[in-house]
């Protein structure tokens, strides 16, 4: 049975609650002020309505891309790719750091070509994928793995190197095996680490694809970022930046 909650620590509990809806109703409405804001400068042209464009036409251009069901198209498009990558992300890095932890002299020849791969301009190897997979789904699968997949393989594996030394000296003296470090330690030891690197990766793999769809796709959000530009649609063109983290937030 819990103890009943004081009247001082009823009020400091409401005091933090209305303190956090206060602050969600400031978040609201500095938005809806930086929307007002946009509209009213572009219909006094003090911004180039062309160029610029405003929230009115930006909803009129997605409602009309709502109604024919194109948007919903190019956004499970983006979104399935993403989620793809994500998954190959995260086995690949869990499946390379295991290997390398388990035999370290591999790890220390290896390391170094990880450490290049991962301070390469992943988007300047867009265009050889292309050449070498063609201008298909998977070459943008393959361009948001590669985003990721280094550094996550890296900060895992340094986070397995830094359990600690003594739940794994306990292990051996009671006759555990290796494989009992691993899955009795290591890997109960690094699941925080696991879920913060998934959570970077999310964002890394729809950063990912969107740049693959930018090169490589005939759908998807990417491919409605550069379609708009070619053809000056510039609510078409913006309506992406806003889904973008919508998407990245249902992710």
């Known amino acids: 049975m819990t103890d009943p909650i004081s009247k001082e620590q009823s009020e400091y509990l409401n005091q933090i609650q209305r303190k956090k809806y206060w602050i969600r109703v400031a978040q609201v409405l500095l938005l809806l002020l930086l929307l007002f804001a946009w509209e009213t400068a572009v219909s006094k042209d003090i911004l180039n ?3 610029f464009s405003s929230p009115t036409r930006i909803i009129r251009c997605f409602y009309s891309m709502a109604l024919d069901h194109s948007i919903f198209l190019h956004i499970g498009v983006t979104l399935a790719e993403t ?5 190959l992300i995260t086995i690949f890095s869990v499946l390379i750091a295991t290997v390398l932890w388990w035999f370290p ?11 290049v791969l991962n301070s390469l301009p992943k988007s300047a190897l867009a265009p050889i994928l292309i050449v070498w997979l063609g201008n298909n789904m ?3 699968i393959i361009t948001a793995i590669s985003i990721a997949v280094f550094g996550s393989i890296l900060n895992l594996y340094s986070g397995f190197l830094n359990v600690d030394r003594e739940r794994l000296t306990l292990i051996r003296t009671l006759g555990g095996s290796k494989k009992d470090c ?28 969107i740049i693959g769809e930018f090169l490589a796709a005939r759908s998807g959000l990417g491919y409605l970022i550069i379609y708009g530009s070619q053809v ?10 806003h889904i973008l983290p919508l998407s990245a937030a249902f992710l």
């Open 49 to 51: 309505g062309f160029i």
């Open 83 to 87: 989620l793809v990558s994500f998954v």
């Open 105 to 115: 002299t591999a790890a220390k020849i290896i390391d170094p070509y990880l450490v």
């Open 138 to 140: 998977k070459t943008i």
């Open 182 to 209: 691993l899955t009795l330690a290591v890997i109960p030891s690094c699941i925080p680490l696991l879920l913060s690197i998934m959570n970077v990766n999310i964002g890394l793999s729809l950063v990912g694809v």
């Open 232 to 241: 000056f649609s510039w609510e078409r063109r913006q309506i992406e930046p």
